[in-house]
């Protein structure tokens, strides 16, 4: 009928949020029960309470993905840590090691001023190029004078020469002459013998005293002379010593000229000396030398460093079991990250590091606390050097020398 309320639009509509048509109101609840709806609540709490009574959704199990993680980690780590041991197992490297080369000192072997400069720092020279010059001023002048020397000296011995040519000649005449000299020196005195005899025994009156005296003066005489001319013949006698010593004087007048061409022979090496030349290919380094400067002997000038450029490594002793000559190695500059140089074990030093420094240790005196050595490991750089980018000696590098392979015997 049309003038009653109808509930059918409220008995028709749809149920909210997926909760069933309410069933008819239950009955009050009893005094003190705190379970129930009190009169007056709101609709709002009747549908929450509603929901509330529905029955839970059902929840996925949650995914155990914490040991799996793990499980992965650690067949990584050890995956990661076996290809490390495989790939570093026949590799030695150390991280003390540098570049290594020949140093040469140039110093002056005489002293004198600059006269000129040559090179400059940094440069690079061949073996012969001058490197600077030295005032020769005073050098030609000891040469000049060495050169007068050794000529005085030439012509005494020249002399000397001849003069023993003529003792040749002339002693073995002298001792002709003294010989000759004696026979008529006796002879002489063999007539005055004679003679004065005959003064003598012949009667007074066949002669005079003074024929007597003049018989007696003539013997005298001709004994002195035969007294002179034996001691001149033993003067002359030994004719090989006399020759000896006029060869002796050859000999030291011969001697005299050698000196005379040594001092020749050292001016000029002083005056070749007066350039400074390279010893060697090389780089002019340490140069502490100006034109003009007063340089003595033996001061060092500069140095020059040669091309030859090699590693010297620095292995631990532990180190040293597997490493042999011939090995390859690969050697990485600090310096220049992108070069990567090739080379190999060139050899191996006979003594640690401690062994020739200037304070060797002295293991056999108080407490001894064992300490690993290190020994010096030459690698001979065959390849991948860039002559754009130089390799100063003293730069650190890190070699890796590959003991697996068999090396040299």
């Known amino acids: 009928m049309s003038g009653q309320p109808t509930n059918d639009s409220a008995d028709a509509a749809p149920p909210r949020d997926g909760v069933q048509a309410a069933a008819p109101d239950p009955a009050p609840p009893e005094p003190g ?6 009169q007056g609540q709101p609709a709002a709490d009747l549908r929450a309470g509603a929901r509330s009574s529905a029955p839970p959704q059902p929840k996925a199990p949650p995914r155990r993905r914490g040991p799996i993680t793990l499980l992965v980690v650690l067949l990584l780590l050890v995956g990661g840590g076996g290809y490390y041991w495989w790939s570093t197992k026949d590799i030695e490297t150390t991280d003390d090691a540098y570049t290594d080369g020949r140093a040469v000192s140039v110093a002056a072997h005489v002293a004198g001023y600059v006269a000129t400069l040559d090179v400059t720092d940094n440069q690079f020279v061949h073996k012969g190029d001058p490197l600077l010059h030295i005032d020769p001023r005073d050098f030609l002048a000891a040469r000049d004078r060495a050169q007068g020397q050794l000529a005085t ?42 003679d004065y005899r005959r003064q003598t025994t012949i009667s007074r009156a066949a002669t005079t005293q003074q024929d007597v005296d003049y018989a007696k003066a003539a013997l005298l005489l001709a ?11 033993r003067e002359n006698q030994p004719v090989p010593l006399n020759i000896a010593n006029v060869d002796d004087q050859v000999g030291q007048l011969d001697g005299q000229v050698q000196t005379a061409k040594a001092e020749l022979a050292q001016a000029e090496l002083n005056l070749s000396w007066c350039v400074i030349t390279a010893p060697q290919d090389g780089w002019v380094t340490r140069r502490n030398v100006e034109q003009g400067n007063y340089i003595q002997v033996g001061q060092q000038i ?32 600090d ?12 050899s191996v030093q006979l003594g640690s590091g401690t062994k020739f420094s200037a304070f060797p ?24 050097l860039d002559p754009q980018l130089p390799l ?10 590959s003991v697996g392979q068999p090396g040299t015997p």
Do not use: C
Not at 305 to 323: D, G, H, Y
Not at 392 to 401: D, K, T
């Open 361 to 384: 240790a002295e293991n056999a005196t108080g407490n001894f606390i064992k300490i690993v050595q290190r020994v010096p490991v030459k690698i001979v750089i065959d390849s991948g």
């Open 335 to 346: 310096a220049y990250s992108q070069l990567t140089l090739h080379g190999h074990v060139d």
């Open 153 to 194: 000296a030439e012509m005494q011995l020249a002399g000397a020469r001849h003069a023993l040519e003529l003792a040749k000649v002339r002693f073995p005449s002298r001792l002709a002459a003294a010989q000759a000299s004696l026979d008529a020196a006796k002879a002489n005195q063999f007539k005055a013998q004679t």
């Open 33 to 38: 029960d705190h379970g129930g709806v009190a």
């Open 223 to 233: 004994t002195a002379q035969v007294a002179q001319a034996e001691a001149d013949l």
């Open 302 to 333: 500069l140095a020059l460093v040669s091309p030859e450029i090699w590693v010297t490594a620095n292995f631990k002793e532990s180190q040293l079991r597997r490493i042999r000559v011939g090995q390859p190695a690969t050697v990485t500059v």
């Open 392 to 401: 100063p000696l003293g730069l650190s590098v890190a070699p890796e020398v």
